[in-house]
């Protein structure tokens, strides 16, 4: 008997991330699908739970980004692609993508990519390097504002291009989910006295996330609001961050949470969560978390983030790197009526569970699948 397709996604690695946790998903629902789920990365915390949902793990050294070691990782998959017969290749990132085309056109098996960034043009060559995640048999954008990127740059047409909204599973981000209790002790852990108001900023610490920002529209507020940074990376900028905070008079009302793995009951946590990266976000996932959680959600207004922030219905949305006019919806939406907010909360908790589920996404990709193996 034939063995059931079998699906190679390859990565970087497998650490914490929307672009790895996505990976996850879809090794679940390729095995959920009856096909063998494979994934090849420099590994990381995620490996195990490839294996966990019926995937294998195969570590290669793809953070690589030299031409030798693409080269040589191109073998690698080729190998890889022939022991296991592979019929589908599926790149998430630059480097590794351009080791999958060259694998998939020594062996036969289809190329699928997703373009999961706005990919920076800055420097010479960088258009051709990024050209790779537009070069696949299908090539799936992860949001409206990146399929109209990819048109514009690379000139891909309709039948090759697919939209598949990143999702958000309900199940563990559920408000209903969560214990009362355990949302008061990180409530009481964060300093935050009763009706003291919580301002959330989930993200990596990276300048262009929009962390500064923040710190200079909470200043401007009145009621003593706490400002909270839940996301790791780079230490240097997080003590810039304590050193502006300082000078803005808000020391003692700045937390670093660091990277946080139970996500929900942090969001729920908050009265106000907020995006307010001052570059163009692909797509935004922390958005759809935190309308998961029904929380109210001021995102900037750019990226992926206008297609699932719905102006006064869903969130609201506000100049990228414009802290007076972020403060100013901060003071709006902390002035609403409770019962307002959660209005708010409840239609975009509606909106995710329509639109933005991985279940949804999960589907779609599988559906992509289908389409090459005919």
């Known amino acids: 008997m034939p063995q059931p397709p079998?699906?190679?996604?390859?990565?970087?690695?497998?650490?914490?991330?929307?672009?790895e946790r996505g990976t996850v998903e879809i090794a679940e629902a390729i095995a959920a699908a009856g096909?063998?789920?494979?994934?090849?990365?420099?590994?990381?915390?995620?490996?195990?739970?490839?294996?966990?949902v019926g995937g294998v793990h195969v570590t290669l050294p793809?953070?690589?980004?030299?031409?030798?070691?693409i080269l040589r990782n191109a073998g690698a998959l080729a190998a890889l692609v022939r022991q296991e017969e592979v019929a589908i290749l599926h790149a998430r990132s630059r480097a590794p993508a351009w080791s999958?085309?060259?694998?998939?056109?020594?062996?036969?098996?289809?190329?699928?990519?997703?373009?999961?960034?706005a990919y920076n043009e800055g420097l010479p060559g960088k258009r051709l390097y990024n050209s790779v995640m537009a070069r696949g048999e299908r090539v799936?954008?992860?949001?409206?504002?990146?399929?109209?990127?990819?048109r514009a740059r690379h000139g891909t047409g309709p039948g090759r291009l697919r939209v598949?909204?990143?999702?958000?599973?309900?199940?563990?981000f559920d408000p209903a989910a969560v214990p009362p209790p355990q949302v008061a002790a990180l409530r009481e852990s964060w300093g935050a006295a009763l009706g003291q108001p919580v301002i959330l900023l989930p993200g990596r610490m990276t300048r262009w996330?929009?962390?500064?920002?923040?710190?200079?529209?909470?200043?401007?507020?009145?009621?003593?609001?706490?400002?909270?940074?839940?996301?790791?990376?780079?230490?240097?900028?997080?003590?810039?961050?304590?050193?502006?905070?300082?000078?803005?008079?808000?020391?003692?009302r700045l937390r670093l949470a660091g990277h946080v793995e139970a996500m929900a009951p942090a969001l729920l946590a908050a009265d106000v969560v907020v995006h307010a990266s001052t570059d163009p976000e692909a797509f935004g996932r922390t958005v759809i978390e935190a309308q998961a959680m029904a929380r109210p959600v001021i995102a900037s207004d750019?990226?992926?983030p206008r297609e699932t922030v719905e102006e006064g219905v869903t969130g609201w949305r506000v100049p990228p790197g414009d802290p007076a006019a972020l403060a100013a919806a901060l003071a709006r939406v902390l002035a609403l009526p409770e019962a307002e907010r959660a209005a708010v909360g409840a239609r975009a908790r509606a909106a995710v569970l329509r639109d933005y589920t991985t279940t949804a996404m999960q589907a779609a990709t599988i559906g992509v699948y289908r389409e090459l193996l005919g």
């Open 209 to 252: 996330k929009g962390q500064a920002v923040l710190l200079e529209a909470v200043a401007r507020l009145p009621g003593q609001p706490i400002a909270v940074l839940a996301g790791g990376g780079n230490e240097e900028f997080a003590r810039e961050l304590r050193g502006r905070a300082q000078a803005l008079g808000l020391g003692d």
């Open 140 to 150: 799936i954008a992860i949001s409206h504002f990146i399929a109209d990127l990819v």
């Open 35 to 52: 096909w063998r789920a494979l994934v090849a990365s420099a590994g990381g915390a995620l490996a195990v739970e490839v294996e966990r």
């Open 164 to 172: 598949i909204p990143r999702g958000v599973d309900p199940r563990r």
């Open 62 to 69: 793809l953070a690589t980004k030299s031409p030798l070691g």
């Open 6 to 19: 079998a699906i190679l996604q390859v990565l970087p690695a497998l650490v914490a991330g929307g672009v």
């Open 100 to 117: 999958a085309l060259l694998a998939s056109r020594r062996t036969g098996a289809h190329l699928v990519t997703t373009y999961h960034g």
């Open 302 to 304: 750019l990226g992926g």
